[in-house]
């Protein structure tokens, strides 16, 4: 295949496309980008309780000795606002994918779309008796 070499890509009267600047800020605008980059940077944190979770295993595992250090550890004021933090974006993953199920996962019935609130219902539901039994069995001890 032979190749021009002097060939120019574009002639000289070639109009420049126009790419207006955008600041590296722009999903701050309207609310429903901010949720966007809101519901993608929370998936660090739902991360990061997974790994704060198999530290807890790990030390329960290695004795009495270890959980007692992991406890002191998860006690200092740092860890504490950070697990707060981590809280908060975790109910906000969890909210905003039950909220998208009915558009990722659309159920028709009958030939007809079931309305979204049927599909996303069910999550919640299981959600709140999760965390009722969760919160019993944590409460009785």
Excluded: D
């Excluded at 722009?26 to 979770?53: D, N, P």
């Excluded at 295993?57 to 270890?66: H, I, K």
């Amino acid at each position: 295949m032979r190749q021009l070499t002097n060939a120019p890509l574009y002639t000289e009267y070639h109009p420049r496309w126009y790419r207006p600047r955008v600041s590296v800020y722009w999903w701050l605008g309207q609310w429903r980008y901010l949720k966007f980059i809101l519901r993608e940077l929370s998936s660090v944190f739902v991360g990061a309780v997974v790994v704060m979770t198999l530290f807890q295993l790990y030390a329960l595992r290695n004795g009495p000795e270890a959980y007692a250090r992991f406890q002191h550890f998860m006690q200092s004021p740092v860890t504490i606002v950070f697990s707060l933090i981590s809280l908060f974006f975790v109910v906000f993953h969890s909210i905003t994918w039950f909220n998208l199920t009915p558009r990722a996962m659309p159920v028709r019935l009958g030939g007809k779309r079931i309305p979204e609130w049927m599909v996303a219902a069910p999550n919640y539901a299981v959600w709140a008796l999760v965390s009722i039994v969760i919160g019993w069995l944590v409460s009785r001890t």
